[in-house]
């Protein structure tokens, strides 16, 4: 079965720390995975994609992602936080073979001042 | 700038009746989706649509109706709203399901209570 996991609830930083945001991912083929991000009340805004090619993606508004085949990761990073990332992210992969993509369940950011 | 528009924004409907949500694309993507999100959890895939070809996800409710009468317009028409349908509805496009590696593209969401 094909699934996404988002280890933590909530991730706390202070702002101008790095930030981390994990994501693990279950598979059938090569995967494509994807970040989103969702502010209060408000759809989910695309931040970056993994297809092939250099393990190391970067995406919208300073944010990467570092694809590790090995651990099955794809964990969201940047090297300062603001508080304005303060938001609900999503880690998603796209279903071998169909239209659709699974999602994690969310990690809520919280970037403190 | 192209986008996904969803009308309305808020909306509030009785327990019972029926009730219309808007989305409509100017990115001329050939896929569009409709997703339920409860109180911050992951969004739930209701159906979509491939150009007019309408998919439906196995666990969604026979109170759940699509139309999509063109490719730049799709509507969500719940028949008989209860309370746990209470919810923000997503409306998502993407290009073409063929390229497996295409991005969704999502409205600012219709957020729908029911009194």
């Known amino acids: 079965a094909q699934s996404v996991a988002q280890p933590e609830d909530q991730v706390n930083v202070a702002e101008g720390n790095p930030l981390t945001v994990k994501c693990t991912y279950s598979v059938s083929g090569n995967p494509y995975l994807f970040w989103y991000v969702q502010y209060p009340n408000r759809g989910l805004q695309f931040l970056l994609k993994y297809i092939t090619g250099d393990n190391l993606v970067k995406g919208s508004y300073g944010f990467e992602a570092e694809f590790n085949k090995s651990q099955t990761s794809f964990h969201l990073k940047k090297p300062s936080a603001l508080v304005s990332d303060s938001a609900l992210y999503f880690c998603a992969v796209r279903a071998y073979n169909t239209d659709k993509l699974i999602f994690g369940t969310g990690t809520r950011l919280q970037v403190f001042p | ?115």
């Open chain 2, 1 to 115: 700038d192209a986008m996904v528009i969803q009308n309305p924004r808020y909306q509030v409907t009785q327990f019972g009746k029926p009730v219309t949500l808007s989305c409509s694309q100017t990115l001329n993507h050939n896929v569009m989706y409709w997703y339920q999100q409860k109180s911050s959890q992951a969004p739930k895939l209701l159906f979509h649509y491939y150009d007019k070809d309408f998919n439906n996800e196995a666990d969604t409710p026979d109170n759940f109706q699509s139309r999509r009468p063109n490719t730049s317009f799709c509507f969500l028409d719940i028949r008989s709203p209860g309370l746990g349908d209470a919810a923000m509805y997503l409306c998502a496009t993407s290009r073409d399901n063929q390229r497996d590696w295409d991005e969704q593209f999502f409205g600012p969401g219709t957020r729908l209570t029911v009194l």
